[in-house]
């Protein structure tokens, strides 16, 4: 019985562990998502009228669905336990998943 119990409770502590480098990975690439859309709005921004880019977002987090928007200067990405923001230049335009088209046409930038 000792045995089972502690087989029970290795199995338990390997799971939990699991969970969390999943949890830990996740918020990596989220996070990575957020800097590389405030990278290319910033670059966009420094740029000279005329510029044009196109990049991609991933469609999902480590095969979960998750949420990204440009709102007020702000990126948001959230998940199931995952929320992070971060503070971009003024841009026009909405991100999405998949394919996006950035560029700069008399000193405005424009996105999608």
């Not at 991933?58 to 971060?86: E, F, H, T, W």
């Amino acid at each position: 019985m000792a045995i089972f119990l502690f087989f029970v409770l290795f199995m338990l502590v390997l799971q939990e562990n699991s969970k969390n480098k999943n949890f830990e990975k996740e918020s990596i690439l989220a996070n990575n998502i957020a800097l590389s859309v405030q990278d290319e709005i910033n670059l966009a921004f420094d740029s000279p009228s005329g510029y044009y880019r196109q990049f991609s977002i991933p469609q999902n987090l480590l095969g979960k669905s998750y949420n990204i928007i440009l709102q007020d200067n702000i990126v948001y990405i959230n998940a199931d336990k995952i929320g992070i923001s971060y503070k971009v230049m003024p841009v026009n335009g909405t991100i999405k998943k998949g394919l996006n088209v950035i560029r700069k046409e008399d000193d405005e930038v424009f996105l999608n």
